[in-house]
């Protein structure tokens, strides 16, 4: 099974609108220079830029706008929030969801982030799910736990058509803007339990088919071991994608 590789972006709440552009646009340039790969690349600023960077990559095949989030409730008396629905309409095609920051800072557990996921793909959206161990959890040995925790009550209850539209990151908390990396065998590890379990509930071909994303202090030197293991298909990318030059030096390594 040959799955494509992908290489995504977090910029988390990074760049005002005149940065964003500018590193936006300095990526799409050193990619038409550079970039010889079929590999998919996902940027995923804060939602001021979602409709700009949808314009700017029009002409982009190759390259997708995400949000960091979105609510779980089709729209109403929510201030402050953004929908699904609005997100799709900015042109933005993927949301992350269940990210660590959200899991920790604002108290979302799996239970809420399997509500968000419906409402996402009900309003079209593909989903970048992350699920992840702390470092306290991986000291307990813990991480095999938490993970089908984490995959059963989040993302489990969909079925197989929809499942399909998820593409799932693992990024363990310890590793995330620590410059620790997990070395290329752990996170091999940790891919590898995610597809079983997935093979698991659903079937084999899903279990093939679903793109495994690594997350956590990636940077051009450390992807090459990373995305080269069997089970991991590309990264997650959150310090390294806001410099261009390193964002398009991880882009390259799956040329
Ligand atoms: P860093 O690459 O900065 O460790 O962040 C990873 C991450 O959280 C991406 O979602």
């Not at 500018?22 to 939602?47: A, R, W, Y």
């Not at 008396?77 to 920790?104: D, K, N, P, Q």
């Not at 088919?209 to 202090?217: A, D, K, M």
Request: proline share 2%.
């Amino acid at each position: 099974m040959i799955r494509r590789k992908i290489i995504a972006a977090n910029w988390k709440m990074n760049e005002d609108y005149d940065q964003g552009i500018k590193l936006f646009s300095t990526v799409i340039n050193l990619m038409d220079d550079e970039i010889t790969g079929d590999q998919q690349v996902i940027v995923c600023p804060p939602f001021i830029h979602l409709h700009s960077l949808a314009e700017l990559s029009k002409n982009h095949l190759q390259i997708s706008i995400g949000a960091q989030n979105a609510h779980q409730a089709e729209s109403g008396a929510y201030t402050g929030e953004i929908s699904a629905r609005m997100i799709r309409s900015t042109g933005a095609e993927y949301v992350i969801l269940g990210h660590s920051e959200r899991r920790l800072y604002f108290n979302e557990t799996n239970e809420l982030i399997a509500k968000k996921i419906d409402t996402a793909l009900l309003n079209t959206l593909n989903i970048i799910c992350c699920v992840g161990e702390s470092k306290k959890e991986r000291e307990a040995g813990q991480q095999f736990e938490v993970l089908k925790k984490q995959l059963t009550e989040g993302l489990f209850h969909l079925d197989e058509m929809q499942f399909a539209h998820l593409t799932i990151a693992y990024e363990p908390i310890w590793a995330i803007g620590t410059g620790v990396t997990a070395t290329a065998a752990q996170a091999q590890e940790i891919h590898q339990f995610i597809r079983q379990q997935i093979n698991t509930r659903y079937n084999e071909q899903i279990a093939d088919n679903i793109i495994l994303l690594y997350g956590g202090s990636c940077n051009p030197k450390n992807a090459v071991e990373l995305f080269y293991q069997k089970d991991i298909d590309g990264g997650l990318i959150g310090g390294a994608s806001l410099k261009a030059r390193d964002f398009v030096d991880i882009i390259k390594v799956c040329n």
